[in-house]
């Protein structure tokens, strides 16, 4: 029976069983040892009273368990997602006080859970509102900037600074973009949308997207992995974020080093490696990489923002999965992505 699952009620029914049982048969076996008499009367008046004792134990015992398995019941329909879920505790007594309590907590609970949807729903109405009101104004300069570049034409100067405030627009929209990416990561507004994706044909995607820059810059980039390797995943948000760190190893790699993209999959873990031959980065700065805005004092970019490889972070673990970096000065930088694949038991 279920009640004697319970190691504590079972022994302490073999306890009482065992005292009961001693009381009943000892005084008997006494009187027949010393007056050589045995009441078969007595004896039956004396287990009488013992199996009520046991009946009622037992009775406690089953109505206990009942009705700790209704409340178990009840807090497992409140976890499985019914908020309005509450355990009975109208009556007296210490169990119904402790009932009580948990219909306290899940109130309180309930109470923060819609706190919290109040204040994403409003990160997210702002978020939205900031990126209007910085998008339009921006979209404007460009418009401009693009105005002013066709009048120079005879104008050296004035074409040169009109190129330089072009390239000041675009890192402050990509600084915005970064910066309402993260945002929004972080207020839980952006829902992460999984399909099952090839991780090759991502990886592809990727190499099209660097194939103009690294011939400019006479770098090259190299993918290595199975042509099948099937993801869940969000394509677009993780090919974001493999693109910030493949963009990282180019703004640190010079003329004629190479970039490597290389992943593979195993029964349980989708790995993606990203690694490159170039100045690498120095141990100080190794523990603050993935922190916003961070600039090492011993890095030569003077252009980056320092938001690429946080987002990136930020997005790999939106997918529970996990970025690690190794890196050494002059020899070159991995980075090594994982994520585990679930499996059934």
């Given at each position: 029976?279920?009640?004697?699952?319970?190691?504590?009620?079972?022994?302490?029914?073999?306890?009482?069983?065992?005292?009961?049982?001693?009381?009943?048969?000892?005084?008997?076996?006494?009187?027949r040892f010393l007056y050589g008499d045995f009441s078969l009367m007595l004896l039956f008046c004396s287990l009488l009273p013992a199996a009520g004792i046991l009946a009622a134990c037992f009775l406690y015992f089953y109505r206990q368990n009942e009705i700790m398995e209704t409340a178990a019941a009840q807090m497992e329909s409140y976890l499985d997602g019914d908020t309005d879920a509450?355990?009975?505790?109208?009556?007296?007594g210490e169990l119904y006080r402790l009932f009580h309590t948990v219909n306290t907590l899940a109130a309180v609970l309930n109470a923060h859970a819609a706190d919290e949807l109040r204040e994403k729903e409003f990160l997210k109405n702002t978020i939205s509102d900031i990126s209007h009101q910085?998008?339009?104004?921006?979209?404007?300069?460009?418009?401009?900037?693009?105005?002013?570049?066709?009048?120079?034409?005879?104008?050296?100067?004035?074409?040169?600074?009109?190129?330089?405030?072009?390239?000041?627009?675009?890192?402050?929209?990509?600084?915005?973009?970064?910066?309402l990416k993260i945002a929004k990561?972080?207020?839980?507004?952006?829902a992460i949308e999984k399909g099952m994706e090839n991780v090759a044909d991502m990886m592809r995607d990727i190499e099209l997207h660097f194939a103009y820059r690294a011939r400019t810059e006479q770098k090259e980039m190299k993918l290595s992995g199975p042509d099948q390797a099937p993801f869940l995943c969000d394509r677009d948000w993780?090919?974001?974020?493999?693109?910030?760190?493949?963009?990282?190893?180019?703004?640190?790699?010079?003329?004629?080093?190479?970039?490597?993209?290389?992943?593979?999959?195993s029964g349980s873990v989708v790995?993606?490696?990203?690694t490159d031959n170039g100045n690498g980065i120095h141990p100080e700065d190794l523990y603050h990489i993935f922190k916003r805005f961070y600039r090492s004092r011993f890095s030569k970019d003077t252009h980056g923002l320092g938001l690429g490889l946080p987002l990136a972070k930020a997005i790999i673990e939106a997918h529970k999965g996990t970025i690690e970096v190794s890196s050494e000065p002059g020899i070159g930088t991995a980075f090594v992505i994982n994520f585990l694949i679930p499996t059934k038991l």
């Open positions: 029976m279920k009640i004697f699952v319970n190691r504590t009620i079972k022994y302490f029914f073999i306890s009482v069983a065992g005292m009961l049982g001693a009381s009943v048969f000892l005084p008997q076996l006494a009187a509450r355990i009975d505790c109208e009556k007296e910085l998008k339009t104004p921006l979209a404007a300069l460009n418009i401009y900037n693009g105005l002013l570049q066709n009048e120079a034409q005879g104008l050296p100067a004035v074409k040169e600074f009109a190129e330089l405030s072009e390239q000041e627009l675009d890192r402050i929209e990509t600084l915005v973009q970064n910066l990561l972080d207020a839980g507004v952006i993780l090919m974001e974020a493999v693109d910030n760190i493949v963009k990282n190893a180019f703004d640190h790699t010079e003329p004629g080093d190479t970039v490597s993209v290389e992943w593979s999959k790995q993606i490696v990203i």
